[in-house]
């Protein structure tokens, strides 16, 4: 490297600082600002729903990997990594880049319609029902409805 008098720039000398900027900028920039926890929950003064509504958007938000929150698969992967074991849910999930998480989806048997707090699955591989609740107790009807 030559060394230019004072004044004259060095363009090796401004070729890698302008990739070093550019690196720093990859790095430090994200695609997408997070929401907050109350923007996805869309909580407000004046909306008083249920508890299990604002947690059912939350959980749907953080278990999305394509979602903005700065976690991609990972807050997904320790659900489904902790789910308990009597539920035998040993399904493959090393890549969940195709699950799809979607919320209050129509589940019908013979004779009656009820939603699913959540669904989870990847196409063609696995489907998981998940169900929220906070004060209602569960019922035969509604468990064989969800097989």
Not at 31 to 42: A, G, L, N, Q
Request: charged letters at 30%; a negative charge; hydrophobic letters at 35%.
């Amino acid at each position: 490297m030559q060394v230019n008098p004072v004044g004259e720039s060095d363009p090796d000398f401004e070729t890698e600082l302008d990739r070093l900027r550019q690196r720093w900028r990859a790095i430090t920039e994200t695609p997408e600002k997070p929401r907050s926890t109350m923007d996805v929950i869309e909580y407000g003064l004046g909306d008083q729903q249920r508890a299990e509504v604002y947690i059912n958007r939350l959980l749907c938000y953080l278990l999305d990997p394509t979602n903005p929150h700065g976690m991609a698969e990972d807050f997904l992967t320790v659900f489904l990594d902790s789910l308990p074991e009597s539920l035998q849910f040993d399904e493959d999930t090393y890549d969940l880049q195709s699950v799809r998480v979607n919320q209050q989806v129509p589940v019908e048997d013979d004779s009656s319609t009820g939603y699913a707090d959540l669904v989870l699955d990847v196409p063609e591989e696995w489907v998981l029902l998940v169900e929220l609740k906070f004060s209602a107790t569960e019922t035969r009807s509604f468990t064989r409805m969800h097989r």
